[in-house]
């Protein structure tokens, strides 16, 4: 490979790293996928560096991160109790919150179910709260879940680059 290729691929799997970490906290980005994408670059560029079983892992948790991301909210929102309009609510605030960095995309996603849930309940607040903090809950379970995969995959597909 040459010297203008292998600077290419390494500053693509950095963005890509980058990017993919910044996708686990803003709803509209892909952040693992990214990051997943970056490791697959790099076991075809330096295949001695990535095995296939490391590949196949990684594919795996990365799907897992997908699925708990769409299933997690609702399911722990419905297991609360609360309704379509807190989940909706939820998922609104994440979008308005990315505006308003940093605070506002841990706590606008939470603002955002607890005002879905009060119209849902014509304002029963105890029952707002409850849901709006299990979907705050979730929120924090899901992102920290793909940090922590978004971390590994980053080690080693820019560990494989060197």
């Not at 691929?9 to 910044?22: A, D, F, H, R």
């Not at 996928?33 to 790099?42: D, E, G, H, V």
Request: glycine share 10%.
């Amino acid at each position: 490979m040459s010297t203008a290729m292998f600077i290419l691929v390494v500053t693509l799997v950095i963005v890509l790293n980058i990017v993919g970490y910044i996708g686990s906290f803003a709803p509209a980005i892909p952040g693992t996928p990214l990051c997943l994408l970056s490791l697959i670059i790099t076991y075809f560029c330096f295949p001695q560096n990535v095995s296939l079983t490391l590949l196949i892992t990684m594919i795996f948790l990365c799907l897992l991160t997908i699925i708990m991301d769409y299933l997690a909210p609702t399911i722990v929102t419905k297991l609360g109790g609360g309704s379509n309009y807190a989940i909706a609510g939820s998922t609104l605030g994440s979008f308005i919150g990315l505006f308003f960095p940093p605070l506002g995309i841990i706590w606008v996603p939470f603002v955002g179910a607890l005002i879905g849930e009060l119209i849902a309940n014509y304002g029963k607040v105890g029952k707002a709260f409850k849901v709006a903090f299990l979907s705050f809950l979730s929120f924090i379970l899901t992102t920290g879940f793909k940090l922590i995969i978004c971390t590994i995959i980053s080690f080693y597909s820019i560990k494989a680059c060197f």
